[in-house]
Protein backbone atom coordinates (compact mmCIF):
# COMPACT_ATOMS: atom_id res chain seq x y z
CA UNK A 1 0.00 0.00 0.00
CA UNK A 2 0.75 3.85 -0.81
CA UNK A 3 -1.47 5.48 1.65
CA UNK A 4 -1.56 8.65 3.45
CA UNK A 5 1.83 10.41 2.41
CA UNK A 6 2.15 13.99 1.71
CA UNK A 7 4.55 14.66 -1.72
CA UNK A 8 5.17 18.11 -2.32
CA UNK A 9 7.28 20.51 -3.88
CA UNK A 10 9.90 18.96 -6.25
CA UNK A 11 11.05 20.60 -9.43
CA UNK A 12 12.42 19.67 -12.97
CA UNK A 13 14.78 22.15 -14.23
CA UNK A 14 16.77 21.95 -17.83
CA UNK A 15 16.61 20.80 -21.12
CA UNK A 16 17.49 16.96 -19.38
CA UNK A 17 14.89 14.15 -20.74
CA UNK A 18 13.08 12.58 -18.06
CA UNK A 19 9.89 12.81 -15.84
CA UNK A 20 9.00 13.82 -12.49
CA UNK A 21 6.28 11.41 -10.62
CA UNK A 22 4.90 11.52 -7.42
CA UNK A 23 3.97 7.85 -7.12
CA UNK A 24 5.23 5.84 -9.96
CA UNK A 25 4.48 2.25 -10.74
CA UNK A 26 6.08 -0.33 -12.84
CA UNK A 27 8.29 1.94 -14.22
CA UNK A 28 11.34 -0.37 -13.80
CA UNK A 29 9.32 -4.16 -13.06
CA UNK A 30 11.84 -6.76 -11.45
CA UNK A 31 12.18 -9.33 -13.86
CA UNK A 32 9.70 -8.05 -16.43
CA UNK A 33 6.73 -8.76 -13.60
CA UNK A 34 3.81 -5.84 -13.52
CA UNK A 35 2.49 -5.50 -10.19
CA UNK A 36 -1.24 -5.96 -8.80
CA UNK A 37 -3.51 -5.11 -6.32
CA UNK A 38 -1.68 -1.96 -4.94
CA UNK A 39 -3.83 0.86 -2.86
CA UNK A 40 -2.87 4.27 -3.39
CA UNK A 41 -4.93 6.28 -1.38
CA UNK A 42 -5.19 9.42 0.55
CA UNK A 43 -2.32 10.52 -0.31
CA UNK A 44 -1.29 14.17 -0.85
CA UNK A 45 0.61 15.40 -3.61
CA UNK A 46 1.28 19.00 -4.85
CA UNK A 47 3.94 21.35 -6.25
CA UNK A 48 5.31 18.59 -8.92
CA UNK A 49 6.62 21.55 -10.89
CA UNK A 50 8.43 22.20 -14.34
CA UNK A 51 10.37 25.12 -15.32
CA UNK A 52 10.44 27.00 -19.09
CA UNK A 53 13.51 25.06 -19.95
CA UNK A 54 12.00 21.51 -19.04
CA UNK A 55 8.83 22.18 -20.52
CA UNK A 56 10.17 23.30 -24.13
CA UNK A 57 12.22 19.81 -24.26
CA UNK A 58 10.39 17.69 -23.02
CA UNK A 59 6.10 19.36 -22.25
CA UNK A 60 5.30 19.45 -18.72
CA UNK A 61 5.71 15.98 -17.78
CA UNK A 62 4.61 15.26 -14.09
CA UNK A 63 2.72 13.38 -13.08
CA UNK A 64 1.19 13.17 -9.44
CA UNK A 65 0.12 9.02 -9.84
CA UNK A 66 1.29 7.11 -12.84
CA UNK A 67 0.58 3.34 -13.52
CA UNK A 68 3.18 3.05 -15.98
CA UNK A 69 2.71 -0.99 -17.57
CA UNK A 70 -0.12 -2.04 -19.72
CA UNK A 71 0.65 -5.14 -17.39
CA UNK A 72 -0.30 -3.37 -14.61
CA UNK A 73 -3.17 -4.09 -13.07
CA UNK A 74 -6.53 -3.64 -10.44
CA UNK A 75 -5.26 -1.25 -8.72
CA UNK A 76 -7.14 0.87 -5.95
CA UNK A 77 -6.79 4.56 -6.43
CA UNK A 78 -9.09 6.54 -4.04
CA UNK A 79 -9.56 9.48 -2.08
CA UNK A 80 -5.94 11.08 -3.38
CA UNK A 81 -5.82 15.30 -3.27
CA UNK A 82 -3.19 16.02 -6.27
CA UNK A 83 -2.82 19.97 -7.15
CA UNK A 84 -0.46 21.84 -9.54
CA UNK A 85 1.04 18.92 -11.66
CA UNK A 86 1.54 18.43 -15.26
CA UNK A 87 -1.19 15.32 -15.08
CA UNK A 88 -3.27 14.21 -12.30
CA UNK A 89 -3.77 10.41 -12.60
CA UNK A 90 -1.81 8.96 -15.75
CA UNK A 91 -2.74 5.50 -16.32
CA UNK A 92 -1.35 3.02 -18.61
CA UNK A 93 -3.02 -0.14 -16.48
CA UNK A 94 -5.85 -2.22 -16.62
CA UNK A 95 -9.22 -3.05 -14.44
CA UNK A 96 -7.99 -0.07 -11.93
CA UNK A 97 -10.25 1.81 -9.69
CA UNK A 98 -9.66 5.53 -10.06
CA UNK A 99 -12.40 7.06 -7.71
CA UNK A 100 -13.25 9.82 -5.31
CA UNK A 101 -9.41 11.69 -6.13
CA UNK A 102 -9.53 15.99 -5.82
CA UNK A 103 -7.20 17.03 -9.03
CA UNK A 104 -6.41 21.01 -8.79
CA UNK A 105 -4.51 22.68 -11.46
CA UNK A 106 -3.21 20.05 -13.42
CA UNK A 107 -1.65 22.08 -16.21
CA UNK A 108 -2.36 19.20 -19.04
CA UNK A 109 -5.05 16.20 -18.23
CA UNK A 110 -6.68 15.86 -14.82
CA UNK A 111 -6.81 12.15 -15.48
CA UNK A 112 -5.67 10.48 -18.98
CA UNK A 113 -6.25 6.82 -19.74
CA UNK A 114 -3.04 6.13 -22.54
CA UNK A 115 -1.45 3.20 -23.57
CA UNK A 116 -3.55 0.60 -23.45
CA UNK A 117 -5.15 1.05 -20.60
CA UNK A 118 -8.49 -0.95 -20.55
CA UNK A 119 -11.02 -1.64 -17.74
CA UNK A 120 -10.80 0.90 -16.01
CA UNK A 121 -13.49 2.40 -13.67
CA UNK A 122 -12.58 6.08 -13.27
CA UNK A 123 -15.87 7.62 -11.26
CA UNK A 124 -16.12 10.11 -8.90
CA UNK A 125 -13.41 12.33 -9.19
CA UNK A 126 -13.52 16.30 -9.01
CA UNK A 127 -11.27 17.87 -11.47
CA UNK A 128 -10.61 22.02 -11.52
CA UNK A 129 -8.42 24.35 -13.51
CA UNK A 130 -6.08 25.05 -16.10
CA UNK A 131 -5.87 21.51 -17.70
CA UNK A 132 -6.05 21.29 -21.51
CA UNK A 133 -8.29 17.81 -20.68
CA UNK A 134 -9.98 17.46 -18.08
CA UNK A 135 -10.19 13.65 -19.02
CA UNK A 136 -8.13 12.28 -21.46
CA UNK A 137 -8.75 8.94 -23.44
CA UNK A 138 -6.05 9.14 -25.47
CA UNK A 139 -4.75 6.66 -28.26
CA UNK A 140 -1.17 5.38 -28.29
CA UNK A 141 1.72 4.84 -31.02
CA UNK A 142 3.42 2.17 -28.42
CA UNK A 143 0.77 -0.03 -26.69
CA UNK A 144 -0.03 -3.54 -28.04
CA UNK A 145 -3.72 -2.62 -28.08
CA UNK A 146 -6.39 0.22 -28.13
CA UNK A 147 -7.16 1.80 -25.31
CA UNK A 148 -10.68 0.39 -24.19
CA UNK A 149 -13.76 -0.50 -22.44
CA UNK A 150 -12.71 1.95 -19.98
CA UNK A 151 -16.06 3.22 -17.75
CA UNK A 152 -15.62 6.94 -17.19
CA UNK A 153 -18.72 7.91 -14.99
CA UNK A 154 -19.97 10.45 -12.98
CA UNK A 155 -17.05 12.77 -12.76
CA UNK A 156 -16.96 16.41 -12.12
CA UNK A 157 -14.62 18.76 -14.44
CA UNK A 158 -14.69 22.68 -14.31
CA UNK A 159 -12.07 25.29 -15.25
CA UNK A 160 -10.78 23.52 -18.27
CA UNK A 161 -8.02 26.07 -19.35
CA UNK A 162 -8.57 28.59 -17.09
CA UNK A 163 -5.43 30.64 -17.72
CA UNK A 164 -5.99 30.36 -21.24
CA UNK A 165 -2.68 28.35 -22.00
CA UNK A 166 -3.98 26.00 -24.64
CA UNK A 167 -5.52 28.13 -27.04
CA UNK A 168 -2.91 27.31 -30.27
CA UNK A 169 -3.99 23.99 -30.56
CA UNK A 170 -7.87 25.15 -30.37
CA UNK A 171 -8.68 21.57 -28.79
CA UNK A 172 -9.01 22.01 -25.27
CA UNK A 173 -11.78 20.42 -23.64
CA UNK A 174 -13.77 18.56 -20.20
CA UNK A 175 -13.34 15.04 -21.89
CA UNK A 176 -11.85 13.94 -25.07
CA UNK A 177 -11.44 11.29 -26.66
CA UNK A 178 -8.09 11.72 -28.56
CA UNK A 179 -7.93 9.24 -32.12
CA UNK A 180 -4.67 10.47 -33.46
CA UNK A 181 -2.40 7.21 -32.75
CA UNK A 182 -1.52 3.64 -33.84
CA UNK A 183 -4.30 2.24 -31.44
CA UNK A 184 -6.89 4.25 -30.31
CA UNK A 185 -9.66 4.49 -27.69
CA UNK A 186 -12.10 2.33 -29.29
CA UNK A 187 -15.75 1.09 -26.95
CA UNK A 188 -15.57 3.51 -23.92
CA UNK A 189 -18.21 4.81 -22.20
CA UNK A 190 -18.33 8.06 -21.32
CA UNK A 191 -21.67 8.34 -19.02
CA UNK A 192 -23.22 10.82 -17.14
CA UNK A 193 -20.47 13.21 -16.23
CA UNK A 194 -20.74 17.18 -15.29
CA UNK A 195 -18.38 19.58 -17.48
CA UNK A 196 -19.21 23.46 -16.21
CA UNK A 197 -17.77 27.00 -16.11
CA UNK A 198 -15.35 26.19 -18.33
CA UNK A 199 -15.70 29.51 -20.86
CA UNK A 200 -11.91 29.21 -22.60
CA UNK A 201 -12.19 25.43 -23.59
CA UNK A 202 -12.87 25.22 -26.88
CA UNK A 203 -15.15 21.79 -26.36
CA UNK A 204 -17.52 20.50 -23.06
CA UNK A 205 -16.86 16.92 -25.40
CA UNK A 206 -14.89 15.87 -28.01
CA UNK A 207 -14.71 12.85 -29.99
CA UNK A 208 -12.02 11.35 -31.96
CA UNK A 209 -12.07 10.08 -35.50
CA UNK A 210 -12.06 6.41 -35.08
CA UNK A 211 -15.41 6.06 -33.74
CA UNK A 212 -16.69 3.36 -31.58
CA UNK A 213 -16.99 5.25 -28.19
CA UNK A 214 -20.26 5.71 -26.44
CA UNK A 215 -21.15 9.57 -24.84
CA UNK A 216 -24.35 8.92 -22.68
CA UNK A 217 -26.07 11.40 -20.30
CA UNK A 218 -22.97 14.07 -19.88
CA UNK A 219 -24.20 17.42 -18.52
CA UNK A 220 -22.51 20.82 -20.12
CA UNK A 221 -23.31 24.12 -18.39
CA UNK A 222 -22.09 27.44 -19.56
CA UNK A 223 -20.40 27.91 -22.44
CA UNK A 224 -17.20 27.17 -24.91
CA UNK A 225 -15.18 28.52 -27.22
CA UNK A 226 -15.81 26.63 -30.27
CA UNK A 227 -18.80 24.62 -29.05
CA UNK A 228 -20.45 22.60 -26.70
CA UNK A 229 -19.82 18.97 -28.11
CA UNK A 230 -17.47 17.95 -31.33
CA UNK A 231 -18.42 14.13 -32.72
CA UNK A 232 -16.02 13.62 -35.55
CA UNK A 233 -16.73 10.26 -36.49
CA UNK A 234 -19.42 7.66 -35.84
CA UNK A 235 -19.72 7.87 -32.10
CA UNK A 236 -22.57 8.09 -30.15
CA UNK A 237 -23.83 10.64 -28.59
CA UNK A 238 -26.87 11.18 -26.14
CA UNK A 239 -26.36 13.93 -23.94
CA UNK A 240 -28.90 14.27 -21.02
CA UNK A 241 -30.41 17.59 -22.43
CA UNK A 242 -30.37 17.31 -26.22
CA UNK A 243 -28.84 15.15 -28.79
CA UNK A 244 -26.28 15.65 -31.22
CA UNK A 245 -25.40 14.58 -34.93
CA UNK A 246 -23.29 14.80 -37.56
CA UNK A 247 -24.07 14.78 -41.26
CA UNK A 248 -21.87 14.42 -43.65
CA UNK A 249 -21.68 14.12 -47.61
CA UNK A 250 -20.25 11.18 -48.85
CA UNK A 251 -18.10 13.64 -51.77
CA UNK A 252 -18.58 17.12 -52.86
CA UNK A 253 -20.71 15.76 -55.85
CA UNK A 254 -23.15 13.78 -53.77
CA UNK A 255 -27.23 14.82 -54.19
CA UNK A 256 -29.93 13.88 -52.31
CA UNK A 257 -32.73 12.87 -54.10
CA UNK A 258 -36.60 12.45 -52.91
CA UNK A 259 -37.30 9.14 -51.42
CA UNK A 260 -33.79 8.04 -51.25
CA UNK A 261 -31.39 7.15 -47.78
CA UNK A 262 -28.51 8.66 -47.31
CA UNK A 263 -26.14 7.91 -43.93
CA UNK A 264 -26.48 10.18 -41.40
Known amino acids: AINNNYLHDCAAN????GQLTGVNVDDNRVSGVASERLSISFNR??????????IAANNYQSDGININNQD??????????????????DCFGKKCSIQGNTIQD??????????????????????DGLCKYGIDIAGSSTATTDTQYNNVHDNIISNVN???????????AGIAADNFSTYDPLNNLIQ????????????GLRSGGAGGNEWIGNRLYGTYVTARVLNGDREVFRPANRS??????????QTLTNNTVTDV
Open 162 to 172: SAGNHTASGIS
Open 192 to 203: DNTVMESSLAHW
Open 14 to 17: GSTN
Open 45 to 54: IKNLTCDATF
Open 244 to 253: YVRAQRATSA
Open 72 to 89: SASHTIHGNMIDTVGEGI
Open 106 to 127: AYLSGIKLVHGASYNNVCNNVI
